[in-house]
């Protein structure tokens, strides 16, 4: 016996197919809104069913006979559900959908609801996918996005993420774009100001391990001089302390400095792998004869 979804679903698909033409009692438009919401229903059924596989397809059906009838609201809508649908089952078509979804925002000019879109696939990408080059680049695309619509706070949400996982990725000149991004933004405000600090740090790192350490003294400097209450602070002081023991090829006092600052200021994982990186890199060089 077949579910109600199925059912449903059997019921939209003959409700489409009967679409072409024009009778005198009703015209095709009318036939593609009526199996557009057969398949939202057939959809809602296999989600109550647990059947999030079928219940994405129907939803994607159902933003099909809206997009006949040039509804492209509610060809998003459905497209965002199919995406929440999938998630749960297969995050790819998940992504396809809200890309899907993206592409229709954008001609109705909703950019807002476009990025929370695309962050929504940097989440996915990076959590359900593992693909973490492509969540970068949803966030980045967020984050344009965003501020393009003068929502700061929002954007500097996304680049701090993109930020982390360029660094992860070892892209560490976009990672240092991003970061000092960041800061710059945020320095325009009392409400973000407090976060600089850490954003100049991540950004210091990132150069570090970049292997110049020239530029990031340079950098460190220019830090200070944007913002001049940073040459005070423990993060500071720490990036040029490690930079000299990295300059002198010293990991001993490379690792004593870690250990302080750690012992202080908790070091999250991010730091720690960045920092482990670096390590790596002074034990690799060269000695000097």
């Known amino acids: 016996m077949s579910s109600q979804g199925e059912q449903l679903k ?16 009703s015209s095709s438009s009318t ?10 229903s057939a959809a809602n059924a296999f989600k109550m069913d647990n059947l999030h596989q079928q219940a994405g397809e129907c939803f994607c059906l159902a933003a099909e006979m809206a997009l006949r009838n040039d509804e492209k ?30 592409q229709l925002y954008k001609e109705k000019g909703r950019f807002r609801q476009a990025a929370d879109r695309h962050k929504e696939i940097a989440a996915i990408l990076q959590q359900e996918g593992g693909d973490l080059a492509g969540s970068l680049e949803a966030y980045e695309a967020a984050g344009d996005i965003y501020m393009n619509e003068d929502a700061a706070a929002s954007a500097n949400a996304c680049y701090k993420e993109a930020a982390e996982l360029a660094g992860t990725l070892g892209q ?11 800061a ?25 391990a970049t292997g110049d350490v020239v530029s990031t003294k340079r950098a460190v400097d220019s830090y200070c001089a944007a913002d001049p209450s940073f040459a005070t602070t423990r993060e500071a002081k720490f990036l040029e302390a490690i930079a000299d023991a990295f300059d002198a090829g010293d990991a001993e006092e490379y690792t004593a400095h870690v ?12 730091k720690t792998a960045l920092l482990l990186t670096i390590k790596r890199s002074i034990a690799e060089e060269p000695a000097l004869t």
């Not at 600090?197 to 570090?208: I, R």
């Not at 250990?259 to 991010?270: G, P």
């Open 73 to 102: 609201d509610d060809a998003a809508n459905d497209f965002w559900a199919a995406s929440k649908a999938y998630k749960k089952s297969n995050p790819e078509l998940a992504v396809a959908a809200l890309q899907k979804t993206i």
């Open 31 to 40: 036939k593609f809104e009526e199996a557009h919401d057969l398949y939202q």
């Open 172 to 182: 560490y000149p976009r990672a240092v774009s991003l970061f000092e991004r960041v």
């Open 184 to 208: 710059s933004q945020s320095l325009g405000s009392a409400l973000t100001r407090y976060g600089v600090k850490e954003h100049y740090l991540k950004a210091g790192l990132c150069w570090l």
């Open 259 to 270: 250990a302080e600052y750690d012992r202080l200021t908790k070091l999250d994982a991010w």
């Open 10 to 25: 059997a019921k939209a698909q003959k409700k489409a197919a009967s679409s072409s033409g024009f009778s005198f009692f």
